[in-house]
């Protein structure tokens, strides 16, 4: 995922930014199966803590993608070309519309959507709602157009606490008055609840050239701030697990806080990894990752559909038969769909 409009100009000159959509997106696959153990596993028990572990922790790849994202858009309208076009919202646009599309008839298949209402149609196109994954899409089109609103920010390279306090105060700001005000649905599909995360990628935009040598001071930083937001966060991730209610304004300022610094530390890990062995696989999946995350759902409701395979093997050989065909599925239907041409209409890019 990420940006596709930027991804032709870094494939070659940043390698490392494949090889972090590529932990993403594999952070992504993990998080999701294990949402779907969780439901199976006794509550409680050594896999129960090992899931639930692994799967709050990883709920900063959503927001890690728009970080990256905020990036490339970043260096992109930087380097030239209309702030607004049609080839700048095509890649995001068309895949989301295409597989709300495609989601709308496998819940039809399946039995399980509702009358298509006005009020529904809206609420699915909206809000991302026609399945639980398509919300990245719309934060991904509003992240285009908001980024060429921020230009005369990036032209004037603001200090970092300039772009840092005012973003989290804004996100503030609009918890509070959507608890006591506004109760929008689905705050989730709002690209204001992850300012915080977004912050953090404007104040780098200017330092991509030299990220590498400035990565060590960041890291560090990062890593201070990913240890605070764990501790205010996730005690509460696991009550909120097991439906105990829990403190959400701690909750959600302890998960700005982490997710913003875990998407930063995931950039010292991508190029520390893009020097090593792994770096081509990663950097496949990275290339592929927006396919891999559209495909993926399928795959895991699809498994859900046949218990009687994998699940007997045991919750270990099965979490991990979820997670390879979960990557493999998908991405073999990319490789197709690009030797068929058609990988433009279902994904944005050729």
Known sequence: MGASLAATVVHN???????YRGLAILGVLVAHVGGRFLREVPQDSEYWWFIATFN???AFVVPAFLFLSTLLIGMSLLRSGPPYSWSR????????????GIYLLFRFYEGTLPPLTPERISLYLLWGKSYFHLYYMVLAIQLVLLMPLLLPVLRR??????ILLPSFGLTLAFYWANR???QIPFPGSTLIWYLPTLAVGLT???HMPRLEALMPRYRVWGLVFVGLGMALYLPLAYDAIRNIPVNTFQYQVGYWIYSSAASLVLVSLALGLARTPLSPALQLLGRYSLQIYLIHPL???LLERTPHFPEPLGVSPAFAIYVALSLSIPLAVAILARWLRASRLLFGRA
Not at 14 to 19: A, G, K, Q, R, Y
């Open 157 to 162: 390279k603001v200090p970092a606490w300039a």
């Open 299 to 301: 795959v895991i409701r």
């Open 56 to 58: 709050r922790l990883l």
């Open 13 to 19: 000159s940043l390698p490392w930014v494949d090889v």
């Open 204 to 206: 780098l935009v200017h």
């Open 89 to 100: 919202l095509r890649p995001v646009v068309v895949p989301y519309l295409v597989w709300t």
């Open 180 to 182: 006591l005000y506004w």
